[in-house]
């Protein structure tokens, strides 16, 4: 009898402890604050990006993605999307030692209006990666992880972006 009520003790102040220090669960990454309910993707069919992005907007259940882009109050189009791999490095016999790897995204959004909530706005990243001519397959796997790595961290970023979008004042008409 006294251990159950020593570990609802434990319990109850656990829980009070929680609440008071400001802990709660992460929320969906696009706020409820968006000025549009729906978004057309201007974004080809095939790109890995693209399908990445629309999964993540339909599992937050904030946002409406639109097959036509006449039908959304948003549109979000990709301007450019560019992989690229640079020598970083080279060794004694002037052999790679290291890359590195950058995934380029130029995004815009506009409304139905074809005005410009967010204008052409490039994000950029990079990782270095170590190279060894004995571990090809190996590397080349590795290449692949870094390039879905910052696939993931780009869905993140624009979405992050789309959310920080402020509603385009109507001037008054007096």
Do not use: H, W
């Amino acid at each position: 009898m006294l251990k159950n009520r020593r570990l609802l003790c434990i319990a109850l102040a656990s829980t009070v402890m929680l609440s008071a220090c400001g802990f709660k669960l992460r929320s969906s990454i696009l706020g409820n604050n968006l000025p549009f309910k729906s978004i057309y993707l201007a974004v080809p069919e095939a790109s890995t990006l693209g399908n990445e992005l629309r999964r993540y907007i339909r599992g937050s259940g904030e946002l409406e993605i639109k097959t036509v882009q006449a039908e959304a109050e948003a549109t979000l189009d990709f301007l450019t999307e560019v992989r690229e791999k640079v020598i970083l490095s080279l060794n004694s016999q002037g052999r790679v030692r290291e890359y590195v790897l950058y995934y380029r995204v130029t995004i815009r959004v506009r409304d139905s209006k074809n005005v410009e909530l967010l204008p052409p706005t490039l994000i950029t990243l990079k990782r270095d990666i170590s190279y060894n001519e004995s571990q090809v397959l190996a590397k080349e796997s590795e290449e692949a992880m870094l390039y879905r790595d910052m696939q993931s961290d780009l869905v993140q970023q624009i979405l992050r972006r789309i959310a920080a979008i402020k509603p385009v004042a109507v001037a008054k008409v007096e």
